[in-house]
T-cell receptor, first 113, second 113 residues
Framework: NAGVTQTPKFQVLKTGQSMTLQCAQDMNHEYMSWYRQDPGMGLRLIHYSVGAGITDQGEVPNGYNVSRSTTEDFPLRLLSAAPSQTSVYFC????????????FGPGTRLTVT | GESVGLHLPTLSVQEGDNSIINCAYSNSASDYFIWYKQESGKGPQFIID?????DKRQGQRVTVLLNKTVKHLSLQIAATQPGDSAVYFC????????????FGAGTRLFVKA
């Protein structure tokens, strides 16, 4: 199994541009989530999904959209990038309702200028 | 509101010594706690977890202690090795709010050879 994969690894955007961060897992996990990690801070939950077709907001959802059309994929869309969105983004998955151990992807380092 | 924090931002230990990383949490309703290890340039990796009905749990070279009276969590690493150098996060899941995991800011562990 490849586990949780994320693309791209690095991205530079100009303010106002939009883009999609890709996340995929091949473990048939129901639960997937997106976090951002800023220097000196822990991971903060952006959005999460408990299954295909179901998404919900986390702690810092503003400026981001998600969708979950398949079990495997959970893309994160930045609608109009802002410098405040410069961060490292991690996607994670776990088996489901009763299993909380999350498997994280390698991260996407995003810089917005 | 809910918060998970760490007492020390950095910890430096000699190879072979034991390491203790501490964590305080404020949500007394939290029923599940997790320690993650994050190496440079990688996503967090699950180390060990503990439920609120336990005081102690042991893994391979790691032990997690939970003191619910003072809302304190610690991770003990025995015979610390250079490969243990990383940032360690504690995280909690409350028994409300679904799958929202709250991460602390992290402690960086340096292992001196």
């Amino acid at each position: 199994n490849a586990g949780v994969t994320q693309t791209p690894k690095f991205q530079v955007l100009k303010t106002g541009q939009s883009m999609t961060l890709q996340c995929a897992q091949d473990m048939n996990h129901e639960y997937m989530s997106w976090y951002r990690q800023d220097p000196g801070m822990g991971l903060r939950l952006i959005h999460y999904s408990v299954g295909a077709g179901i998404t919900d907001q986390g702690e810092v959802p503003n400026g981001y959209n998600v969708s979950r059309s398949t079990t495997e994929d959970f893309p994160l869309r930045l609608l109009s990038a802002a410098p405040s969105q410069t961060s490292v983004y991690f996607c994670a998955s776990s088996k489901g309702l009763a299993v909380y151990e999350q498997y994280f992807g390698p991260g996407t380092r995003l810089t917005v200028t | 509101g809910e918060s998970v924090g760490l007492h020390l931002p950095t910890l430096s230990v000699q190879e072979g010594d034991n390491s203790i990383i501490n964590c305080a949490y404020s949500n007394s309703a939290s029923d599940y706690f997790i320690w993650y290890k994050q190496e440079s340039g990688k996503g967090p990796q699950f180390i060990i977890d503990i439920r609120s009905n336990m005081d102690k749990r042991q893994g391979q070279r790691v032990t997690v202690l939970l003191n619910k009276t003072v809302k304190h969590l610690s991770l003990q690493i025995a015979a610390t090795q250079p490969g243990d150098s990383a940032v360690y996060f504690c995280a909690e899941k409350g028994n409300t709010g679904g799958f929202k995991t709250i991460f602390g800011a992290g402690t960086r562990l340096f292992v001196k050879a």
